[in-house]
């Protein structure tokens, strides 16, 4: 009788469990699919997952792993190689799109799309810097800051501070007596330059302050914007509070000297601009663009510079290659000349290609987030006004049919790949490509440049597994010893 009771009231708590999950996990379906029922066109094809967490739990499980496509893979297993998936990802009823096609059309359509990013990152970035403001007051924006960012004279003006952090910090890799993380070490080294660029300083008080910040602000950029004690976006607002005061301490030292006296770093720039009116840009505007130029600067740089410089190490015939258009410079300028020049830079064939197939095979960021700001039909799908789109570069980059042997390390392939434009997009495409761009590879070219032509890199754990949460990266982070060739 009494293992008949205890059958029966398992029997109960597992029809419950089925009865209960089952519901809530069609809440959500039913919440959005109904509110879109009047639309001209279907939404596409997919599932909106759990109340409040979405299907959160499925991107965080493949991006842990050692196969992060395995999210999107999933989506065309269940539903077909459609190329357009709706889900809910950071809070938001969203749609992913992974055809070179699709991803073009959202990020070229100002009409239909605007920034999209999270809410966590909108607030972490500030509401005054490009990712935060409408379509209209970016192109405004935009086009009055890009001659202090992205200028042939800005751009030649950086190259003499990238140069000398660059050197220095190389140079005291080398003389480690241990190893290092190398991953760390070239955030440092990308803070120090966009802050020199930026700031115009790179006082070692400051800067370590500055390392602290951005490490506290970083883990937050994605996280659930929950501003209570012991959650990341809670660290990573006290981290930005401190990261404004130190900027804005910046920008009132820089207002105390008259213009002959500024060191005409991005600051000094940016507070010269002035618009159609005569009218300068607001100083939350300066903060904020400064703010997000160092945290997206670091993180872009280093990222990208170490990779090539892991890959390069891994193929010897690609890294002699390299090399030897580094040392072809050298031999081309004259004996009085002793650093690089903007169009020697220009000049690189090879390495540009080493760049670009770095970002492709591990990009920096795994989705472009966008907003529909108008109801939007693309492919026989209506995608509704409210809705966040997702770019996923990813799937464009993995896709055999664009990229030939995609898994494997091929500078070469730039030689001949078509259509560029269309199926890379590292920093962006049509009016919101990242203003920041020529900057980062610039930065990137002259690091590589000087390690080339001096040091080679010691891996501990060449072999080490990927985490893909955030960022790509080895999950020691690269822990390696800096050689300098004889």
Known sequence: ??????????????????????????????????????????????????????????????????????????????????????????????????????????????????????????????????????????????????????????????IGHIEDIVITSLEELATMNRPIKFFNEMKTIALKVIAKVSLGSTQDSSLWSMVKYFTELSPGILSMPINIPGFAFHRALKAKKQLVKLAK???????????????????????????????????????????????????????????????????????????????????????????????????????????????????????????????????GYTIPKGWKVLVWPRAIYMDPNIYSNQKEFLPSRWEKQRSKGRSFIPFGSGSKTCPGADLAKLEISIFLHYFLLNYKLEELNPKAPIKHLHLPRPADDCLARIIKLP
């Open 249 to 379: 301490g910046e920008l009132d030292e820089r207002r105390r000297k008259t213009v002959a006296e500024r060191k005409k770093g991005m600051m000094d720039l940016l507070m010269e601009v002035e618009n159609e009116n005569g009218e300068k840009l607001e100083d939350e505007h300066i903060i904020d663009l400064l703010l997000l130029i160092l945290f997206t600067g670091r993180e872009t740089v280093a990222h990208t510079a170490m990779w090539a410089t892991i890959y390069l190490h891994h193929h010897p015939e690609i890294l002699q290659k390299a090399k030897e258009e580094q040392q072809a410079i050298l031999k081309r300028r004259p004996s009085s000349q002793k650093s690089l020049t903007l169009t020697e830079i220009k000049e690189m064939e090879y390495l540009p290609k080493v760049i670009d197939e770095s970002l492709r095979r591990n990009y920096f960021a795994f989705a472009i987030f966008r907003k529909v700001v108008a109801d939007v039909n693309i492919n």
């Open 1 to 158: 009788m009494g293992i008949e009771l205890l059958w029966s009231f398992v029997a109960i708590v597992a029809a419950t469990y089925v009865i209960l999950f089952g519901f809530l996990k069609k809440i959500n379906e039913w919440y959005y699919v109904a509110m879109s029922e009047k639309k001209q066109n279907p939404l596409p094809p997919g599932h909106m997952g759990w109340p409040f967490i979405g299907n959160m739990w499925s991107f965080f499980k493949a991006s842990n792993s050692q196969d992060p496509d395995s999210f999107i893979d999933n989506l065309v297993k269940r539903y077909g190689r459609t190329s357009i998936y709706r889900t809910h990802l950071f809070g938001s009823p969203s749609v992913i799109v992974c055809s070179q096609e699709l991803c073009r059309k959202v990020l070229t359509d100002d009409e239909h799309f605007s920034y999209g990013y999270p809410s966590s990152a909108i607030q972490l970035g500030g509401k005054k810097s490009l990712y935060g403001i409408s379509n209209s007051e970016h192109r405004r924006l935009r086009r009055l800051i890009a001659d202090p960012i992205n200028g042939h004279q800005a751009l030649a003006l950086y």
